[in-house]
């Protein structure tokens, strides 16, 4: 059948800006009229000459009014003379998978409709993101160009009449204004399952679940917290590790995530660290969120390994990984909030080490030109090269080809971490949903001792522990690589003996305004502690510059990791 397409008018929305990943708000607004509409037109017309007869990848979390946009940007591709989509099938693909298929198909870039961690549902948060070339997130750049299409916007083309299913795999061609417009549904999971197998060796990690003679079979569990990661966790652990049905939960991906808040961290995923306590077989539980792209890993008995530590342990083994001896290992990276264990391994390899801002699109670059092999951020995030995303269930693998390797438990690996290279206690208060007000006269608060100058010099004593200001400022960035420049990161507050203070707001939230407040401390010797112990007298100085409890009326975060 020949279809036609046809142009509408339409006015703009306030407020379609995309934060640190992607435009995120309430499904309500998603659904207002030609909202959703605006937007997707916006991102296209940002692609200019390179949109015509290109090909797209669509996908996400699978979370309530997914189907909804996606048929929507179906029919605004093809009017937009796309040349053709690559669907996930019925419209799901964790954000790894994007990355991973937009690079192995070499095409312009992709949609991912999720709005990651943030809860699901008609009533919570939907979120759309585009992905370039390369496969990661679109640059500030880009996102600031979509942002200022969408305060003008005056009509987008659309092709209504065009009907296309995706629930079966399978390619589908349409005759759009003469043109051929085609949809390819594809498997959800093939192309991420092989690129797995290609970086791990799935056959000494069957053997290390399975056992062998000589070792006996290691215990593992997964929750997906109902959200994209249950498929691709299905075919890799069930069918390809024979972990076995206990092995997993919340393995089916739901469009409201069962009403749970998909984020693995010690508050959200507390069922998965109950079952872990519960059960003393368990020796890895790991936790992911709603669209699979970061992950929370657990020891025996729920000992919690913070992301950064995490990211330091994988740095000092990617000799554990096949994908590393083949590729070789250049620079590590990490955002700048995030735990500086990874900088005391980089040292010691002589790797090079870049410190970036908050959001893995800040690593892309560094990736392409070479110089950067393995990265991570506080935010439950770990990943490597081998995309342009950070990728929930890589890590559990690179974490299993660990402990294959070294034939040590989860703790001991720590431990044996620490001992070497000392210990930066970490963690992070959340505030979530305060009155942006009070947040920002917070930040104004801050900015406002740097420029004076107050800060630097002071004394602070907490129980006995004296902490002096050896440094303060508001973290920005030169990219080395393309040279643009972002400013406004976070605030830093450095101590004599390095420990480090940073207060920041959140990028990713869809409603008010969340403060995280980061502490880093480095112990060489005293590292078996506990990190909320140790942290204590730290983070009372911070609630003292920050004034937070008198600007936010809030006596306790929302969340501790
Ligand atoms: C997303 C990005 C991460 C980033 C995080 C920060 O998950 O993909 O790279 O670390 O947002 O979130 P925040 O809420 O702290 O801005
Ligand atoms: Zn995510």
Redesign the pocket.
Known sequence: MALVSEIRSTTPFEGQKPG??GLRKKVKEFMEKHYTENFVQCILDSLGDKLEGSTLVVGGDGRYFSKQAINIIIRIAAANKVAKLIIGQIGILSTPAVSSLIRNHKVLGGIVLTA?HNPGGIHNDFGIKYNCENGGPAPTQFTDDVYERTKTIKEYRICPELDCEFHEVGTQTFQVDGRQFVVEVIDSTVDYVNLMKDIFDFGKLRSLIQGTETREPFNVLMDSMNGVTGVYVRKIFLEELHSGQDSCRRIIPLDNFGEIHPDPNLTYAKELVDKVKENQKIQLGAAFDGDG??NMIIGQNAFFVTPSDSLAVIANNLNCIPYFEKNGVCGFAR?MPTGAAVDRVAAALNKEMFIVP???KFFGNLMDAGRLSLCG?E?F?TGSDHIRE?DGIWAVLAWLSIVEHKKMSVEEILQEHWKLYGRNYFTRYDYEECESDGANKMVEHLEKLLEDGSLIKKEFVVDGKKFVVKAADNFSYTDPIDKSFTKNQGIRIIFEDDSRLIF?L????SSGA?I?LYADSYERENVTGDAQTMLKPIISVALQVSKLEEFTGRKEPTVIT
């Open positions: 640190t990943s990651s792209d970061r955002s908050t959001g893995w951020e935010s995030g950070k920041r959140s990028g990713t939230g969340t995280r």
